[in-house]
Every structure is written in structure tokens, then in C-alpha cells.
């Protein structure tokens, strides 16, 4: 553990984890004993003694196939990391953060109701965030029984929102209930009721995309296999938010979705602005679902993926 005054060695050790090994700041936290509070602290303090000089590049974004993989999709806006940034997962995640951050700023703007779901991506793209002024923070679906301690969407959201001047909206409550029934009466308690009536008002929205397949959606690994079979037989191709959509982006629904807690599929797709931000490959065919069926407006992500939805062919326009 680091004494309370860090010795330039140990802030030096710090910068070179978080800017050149693309360490996150709770890995750094872990490492050093210090809270992630602290790691922020520091690495803002270093920029302000000018220990630290950030250069953007032109590199930053691939702006070619950014371009064509939104005129493939229909979508208003994608940005594609560049393969400058390499194939380690945590530095194209963290890239990608960076770039979600900046885009989700630009579209907040000072004042506006932003809809965040959860995903390590996610969390990434929350470290970078500066500010969003006096927006409001909301918490999009409750909280994974495997989300790990500290990095849920409640502690995302309340960071996110501590960055401003706003407010967080957020709820404690399983993804995924027992029952239907109690998924009900647990919609009509105070603070559930309270972050979930922002739904309506929300204007931007960054969500991660899952395919409906083990390891990639986390609705798929709360349900039982039977349940998450009855969807993929139904044509589950993709989920966000607890939101299960065919190939042509329409809802999938069964006994097991009326026990998920989040925003609606008619919430989402009412939401002016919705970045999906997802680094990880593998998840073309999800996109193109929710670019099918207008659930997100922008995307974020890496050259992989980006080369794997281009592979498919044009996608429906946008029509929002």
C-alpha cells in the first residue's frame, strides 16, 4: 500500500500503467491500494504539474471505414477505432471508451437526461468522461448477479453523475427476477419507479449489444437453459438492455423477458440518440439487428468488428 503522499516514483509507476499499458483505473487502484478516487486525483493533478503532455492524432479514428460502416448500417454516426490501437482487448476496450466518452459528451451536451446500461466497455468509457454538465444520469436495468463488486451499472451511473453538477437516477434490484409477478410489484417501489419514469425523457442513451449466445449477452447467462433456448427457437438473434430482438430487430418476448428489469423496447426506440458502444468481435450480426430495427442510432468499435459488419453487406436505413 501507498503512504498518503505518493513518492514521484509511485506517481510515475501510476502514469505509465494508466497511459502506456492502458491499465484501467481500478486495476491501478487494486494494485497500489488506493482508491479509484485517488488514481483520478493523481492523474489529474500530474497533467495540471505538466508531468504528463496528451497528443490527439488523426489516427485516433479510422475515418474511412467509419464512414462505411455507417452508410452500411444506416446509421447517423459510427466511429471505428484504428488498428494503430492493436488487437489487445484492453487497449481496443479502452480506445473505444475514449471515443464513446467523447461522442456521448458532444451529443449531452450541459444539460440533458443520458440512459447508461453496464459493460466493461462502459465502464471504461465513464473513466473518461470529463463532465456532462448538469445532466441527469440514469441508471438503464438493474443490477447482474455475476456483476462484479464495485463496477455495476448503480456505481457507474452515481461516477458518471459525480463527474457533474446533475443528478443519478438509479435503482437497486436484480436484472432478472424470480417471477414475473414480483418483477411487477418490484416496478412499482419508490426508487425503481422513480428512475424508470426518466425513460421517457431520456435524450441520449449509450448501451453495450450482446448476441444471444453464451458469454456474449447477460441475459442470456441469467436465464436457464431452456429459457434461453425458447428464445434462440423464437429467433433471438441480439439483447440490450434485457431487450431480446430477431434479425429484423423486432422484440422477442417470452415468460422468461417479463422477468427482466430495464428500459422497454418502445422506451429504447423512442430515445432520439442511442450509442452502442461494443469493442468485443464476434457480435455483427446483433448490430445489424438493432441498426435494422432503428434501436441505436451511432456505434462505436473496433476495425475487427467494423470488417465483419462491412463482410455482410448494406442494412435499412435509418428512418428516425
Same mark, same amino acid.
Given at each position: 500500500?501507498?503512504?498518503?503522499?505518493?513518492?514521484?516514483?509511485?506517481?510515475?509507476?501510476?502514469?505509465?500503467?494508466?497511459?502506456l499499458?492502458?491499465?484501467?483505473?481500478l486495476?491501478?487502484?487494486?494494485e497500489? !491500494?488506493?482508491?479509484?478516487?485517488? *488514481?483520478? $486525483?493523481?492523474l489529474?493533478? +500530474?497533467?495540471? =504539474?505538466g &508531468?504528463?503532455?496528451?497528443?490527439?492524432?488523426?489516427?485516433?479514428?479510422?475515418?474511412?471505414r467509419?464512414?462505411r460502416?455507417?452508410?452500411?448500417?444506416g446509421?447517423?454516426?459510427?466511429?471505428?477505432v484504428s488498428e494503430?490501437? !492493436?488487437?489487445d482487448p484492453d487497449a *481496443?476496450? $479502452?480506445?473505444?471508451?475514449? +471515443?464513446s466518452a =467523447?461522442? &456521448?459528451t458532444?451529443l449531452a451536451g450541459?444539460?440533458?437526461?443520458v440512459?447508461?446500461?453496464?459493460?466493461?466497455?462502459?465502464?471504461a468509457?465513464?473513466?473518461?468522461?470529463e463532465?456532462l454538465?448538469?445532466?441527469t444520469?440514469?441508471q438503464?436495468c438493474g443490477?447482474h448477479?455475476?456483476?462484479?463488486a464495485?463496477?455495476?451499472p448503480?456505481?457507474?451511473?452515481r461516477?458518471?453523475?459525480?463527474?457533474?453538477?446533475?443528478?443519478s437516477?438509479?435503482?437497486?434490484a436484480p436484472?432478472v427476477?424470480p417471477?414475473a409477478?414480483s418483477?411487477?410489484?418490484?416496478?412499482?417501489d419508490?426508487?425503481v419507479?422513480?428512475?424508470m419514469?426518466?425513460?421517457a425523457?431520456?435524450?441520449?442513451?449509450?448501451?453495450?449489444?450482446?448476441?444471444?449466445a453464451?458469454?456474449?449477452?447477460?441475459?442470456?447467462?441469467?436465464?436457464?437453459?431452456?429459457?434461453?433456448?425458447?428464445l434462440?427457437d423464437?429467433?433471438?438473434?441480439?439483447?440490450?438492455?434485457?431487450?431480446?430482438v430477431d434479425?429484423?430487430?423486432e422484440?422477442?418476448t417470452?415468460?422468461?423477458?417479463?422477468?427482466?428489469?430495464?428500459i422497454s423496447?418502445?422506451e429504447?426506440?423512442?430515445?432520439?440518440e442511442?450509442?452502442a458502444?461494443v469493442?468485443?468481435s464476434?457480435r455483427?450480426a446483433?448490430?445489424?439487428a438493432?441498426?435494422?430495427?432503428?434501436?441505436?442510432t451511432?456505434?462505436?468499435?473496433s476495425a475487427?468488428?467494423?470488417?465483419?459488419i462491412?463482410a455482410?453487406?448494406?442494412a435499412?436505413?435509418?428512418?428516425?
Amino acid at each position: 500500500m501507498t503512504s498518503a503522499t505518493e513518492s514521484d516514483a509511485v506517481i510515475e509507476a501510476i502514469l505509465r500503467r494508466y497511459h502506456l499499458d492502458d491499465a484501467t483505473k481500478l486495476e491501478i487502484a487494486s494494485e497500489f !491500494g488506493i482508491s479509484r478516487f485517488k *488514481v483520478a $486525483r493523481l492523474l489529474e493533478d +500530474a497533467k495540471r =504539474r505538466g &508531468l504528463v503532455r496528451i497528443e490527439i492524432t488523426p489516427s485516433a479514428a479510422d475515418l474511412d471505414r467509419s464512414e462505411r460502416l455507417r452508410r452500411a448500417l444506416g446509421l447517423r454516426r459510427a466511429v471505428v477505432v484504428s488498428e494503430a490501437t !492493436g488487437r489487445d482487448p484492453d487497449a *481496443v476496450r $479502452r480506445a473505444v471508451g475514449r +471515443a464513446s466518452a =467523447r461522442l &456521448l459528451t458532444e451529443l449531452a451536451g450541459r444539460e440533458s437526461v443520458v440512459g447508461i446500461s453496464a459493460s466493461l466497455a462502459l465502464i471504461a468509457m465513464g473513466e473518461e468522461i470529463e463532465t456532462l454538465g448538469e445532466s441527469t444520469v440514469v441508471q438503464l436495468c438493474g443490477v447482474h448477479t455475476n456483476q462484479v463488486a464495485g463496477v455495476g451499472p448503480v456505481e457507474l451511473v452515481r461516477d458518471i453523475a459525480a463527474k457533474s453538477s446533475g443528478r443519478s437516477r438509479v435503482f437497486y434490484a436484480p436484472f432478472v427476477m424470480p417471477t414475473a409477478a414480483s418483477a411487477h410489484d418490484l416496478r412499482r417501489d419508490p426508487s425503481v419507479r422513480l428512475t424508470m419514469s426518466a425513460y421517457a425523457r431520456l435524450d441520449v442513451a449509450a448501451v453495450s449489444v450482446g448476441s444471444w449466445a453464451p458469454g456474449s449477452s447477460g441475459l442470456h447467462d441469467s436465464l436457464s437453459p431452456e429459457e434461453s433456448a425458447e428464445l434462440a427457437d423464437a429467433g433471438a438473434v441480439a439483447e440490450v438492455c434485457g431487450i431480446v430482438v430477431d434479425r429484423d430487430g423486432e422484440p422477442v418476448t417470452s415468460a422468461a423477458t417479463e422477468r427482466v428489469l430495464g428500459i422497454s423496447f418502445d422506451e429504447l426506440r423512442r430515445v432520439p440518440e442511442v450509442i452502442a458502444v461494443v469493442p468485443t468481435s464476434g457480435r455483427a450480426a446483433a448490430i445489424r439487428a438493432l441498426a435494422a430495427g432503428t434501436l441505436i442510432t451511432s456505434l462505436v468499435t473496433s476495425a475487427e468488428l467494423a470488417d465483419e459488419i462491412l463482410a455482410g453487406g448494406p442494412a435499412q436505413a435509418d428512418s428516425r
